[in-house]
């Protein structure tokens, strides 16, 4: 309903502490307590003689329903939803596809065999860089 974290609950606490005093400040809750009860009670009146005057056939209506967020959610995602799982477990076994490439590739090319010495180190055995070397004065 409300999304309030535990900083802003501590905050709240702090500022109804300073503004009522620590004297009124239960007061004041029981009050705020009453009130809740009270527009709960209100809400649940309200759904109960709704669906009273709806009759038989809107008996197994679900007021959440009402809500657009619920509406969307309930007639198009639930819809869609085992489209987007199948989706994500492809995209997910492709990714290990590629790890699994990126891993066998790195195991084949052996670090400490390449060399970025001339023909020299070449000719002793060594193999030559497969890529040209870095020259930070060349850019």
């Given at each position: ?35 809740v009860q009270y527009v ?10 709704l669906s009273e005057e ?63 010495g001339g023909p020299e ?19």
């Open positions: 309903m409300f999304d309030i974290g535990a900083p802003e609950l501590f905050l709240l606490v702090v500022a109804a502490v300073i503004i009522f005093g620590p004297e009124r400040l239960p007061e004041f809750a029981r009050k705020a307590a009453q009130v709960r009670g209100m809400a649940s009146n309200a759904q109960a003689q709806l009759g038989p056939e809107f008996k197994d209506l679900d007021f959440r329903d009402l809500n657009p967020k619920a509406f969307v959610k309930k007639h198009l995602l639930d819809e869609v939803e085992p489209i987007v799982a199948d989706v994500k477990g492809e995209l997910t076994s492709g990714a290990e596809a590629i790890k699994n490439a990126g891993k066998d590739a790195a195991d084949d090319f052996d670090l400490k065999k390449v060399s970025s180190a070449v000719a002793a055995g060594e193999t030559a860089l497969l890529y040209a070397p870095f020259d930070p004065d060349a850019t």
